[in-house]
């Protein structure tokens, strides 16, 4: 099995906390959502706990043996692993005993007990031995691979850790009902070179992280490992939430952005584009974005090369306009449009290739990445801010009363990203001819300035109950809203969004506690002219929804599999019988 470490990294630890959790998550690579890299520095302050040297040559002394003879060695090489480096004593190591239902035939080959709250042992992990380099992760025959059937019987025993090793590869998975599966790889084979593997992996599957209960006493989630991966799903709520926000306001920023040149341009930019295809193309940019962070990381594109990291790459840009703006201010990124032509390079380079001899990108073609899916994006100059402001909200997680933190896209599952997607269907975009305003409160509604100022002249207390319906403030909130007034900065802030026209500025001001700002920290005012992105209900209406993962996986099952096995399941083959997959032609020809 190849390693999944996607190549070598320095040797060392890393300054901060965080930083030593995020090195050995970089290094381990996980599959589906993992562990939160908050959740671990909450729960290991110290950082990766150590292994005794002792132990440390123990391994590196028993894996060489066992690498020179595995057919004999394999077995007491698993033993030492278990009993010394996870610490598993004999007494907390039992029989599988059956497991009923449809799985009946897929039994562990022994389960960790560990002390249960109301007396007696509990399961709390499933232990799979095969022989060394037996496949653990790849299907075979027509059947899932071990890796799906341990996650399997992790949902159906509600049991939702396992551990499955060949000798070298040590697998663990992570299975809830209703939840998307984790499997985080260790290689043996990489203990030695990169031995924070193994302290990690001693650390999380140690006989002290697996043995006590998932909740605590009050019914929370332990510190235990099944306890912090339900700490981890919680974080990630979180992270999703807080994601989707970031991005709604990115494609806002972008959006405006577009309106601001279209209107600079006497309205030649957008001349023919219609208010979806702007939508599409700002949705496209962010997803483009996306894409792209997440390949980096996963080390799909060369981000190693000088001239891709130095020239192209997403990650990189976002430090080199970050640094930009910490030497020379805000300023200058608003004079500066040098990072758009570089985005749209890089672009052309994914969907076209690139075959010069000192960078070579192969063609991936698709229509995300098509040039001439909005050609007229070429003619934008945005500002080098704007696109640091996107960067920062794509890659920086700001979390309310917390300090920022970068986002890992490498451990963002697929499920997040389709529903931060998903929270963008109910918004479109819509030129107006007229001042519109965005205002805060839950609702963030856009409006005419000059309905606002028609709503305004009535009483105050119709005044404020307009506000509260209108916009979801309570009435602490309004207070301090309507009591509030620019100074001298936050003015010229505001003369900068009305396009520095001082009727206009006049014109809001009295509203100025009212507005919400953009990613730029500048006050939502849209002059005559403008392209809102608003919310429009398209989402409700047409019934358009992302589909989560286990409603398309029993898609799959029930829909396609009858289709794609003969013999299988539709001719009442069980499953966990012999499904023989059909011919290439008659795959092909299935029309989905």
Known sequence: MPSRTGGHRPRGHAGSTTEQHAEWLGLLRPDGPFLA?????????????????????????????????????????????????????????GDSGPVD???????????IHGPSPGGGQAARLHLYRRGFDEPLDQARAGAPALTELAARACRQTGVPLALLTNGRIWALVHARLGDPTSIAVFDADLWSEEPVLLRAFSMLLGVSRVLPPPTTADGGPSTSLAGLFARSAAAQATVTATLGSQVRQAVELFVGELARLDRESG??????????DIYRAALTLLMRLVFLLYAEEQRLLPGIDPIYAQGYAVSTL???????????????GDRRTAAWPRLLALFTAIH???????????????????????????????????????LD?????????????????????????????????????????????????????????????????????????????????????LDKALVAQPDLTQQAALHAACDNDAALADR???????????????????????????????????????TPRLLAAEVVK?????????????????????????????LLALKI
């Open 37 to 93: 890299l908050t959740v671990l520095t909450e729960v290991f302050p110290t950082g990766v706990e150590t292994v005794p040297d002792e132990t440390r040559k123990r391994v590196r002394q028993a894996w060489a043996e066992v690498s020179e003879a595995p057919d004999l060695l394999n077995s007491g090489w698993q033993d030492l692993v278990l009993g010394e480096v996870l610490r598993y004593p004999p007494s907390v190591i």
């Open 558 to 586: 029930y829909t396609l599999a009858p289709l794609c096995f003969a013999p299988g399941p539709a001719e009442g083959v069980p499953e966990d019988g012999v499904w023989r997959a059909k011919r290439a032609d008659d």
């Open 101 to 111: 239902g449809e799985f009946a035939d897929l039994r562990p080959d022994a389960v």
């Open 318 to 332: 976002f430090d080199q306009l970050d640094a930009d703006r910490n030497l020379h201010g805000d300023e200058i």
């Open 267 to 276: 309205g030649e930019l957008l001349a023919g584009v219609s208010e979806r």
């Open 393 to 477: 909200a794509l890659l920086m997680l700001r979390h309310r009363g917390r300090v920022p933190e970068r986002l890992s896209y490498q451990g963002l599952d697929v499920e997040q990203i389709g529903h931060v997607y998903e929270g963008l269907l109910e918004f479109s975009c819509r030129k107006v001819t007229e001042p519109f305003v965005g205002l805060a409160g839950k609702r963030e509604p856009e409006l005419p300035l000059a309905e606002l100022e028609s709503k305004a002249a009535l009483s105050d207390a119709e005044f404020r109950r307009w506000l509260r319906e209108t916009c979801d403030l309570t009435e602490k909130q």
């Open 352 to 390: 076209a290739g690139c075959e010069h001899p000192d960078l070579r990108i192969p063609a991936h073609g698709g229509s995300l990445f098509d040039p001439a899916s909005f050609p007229w994006l070429a003619g934008a100059a945005v500002t080098d801010r704007v696109i640091r402001e996107i």
């Open 508 to 546: 809001a001001r009295p509203f100025w506690g009212l507005l919400r700002h953009d990613l730029r920290d500048l006050p939502t005012v849209f002059p005559a002219g403008s392209v809102l992105f608003t919310q429009v209900g398209d989402r409700r209406s047409t019934g358009t929804h992302y």
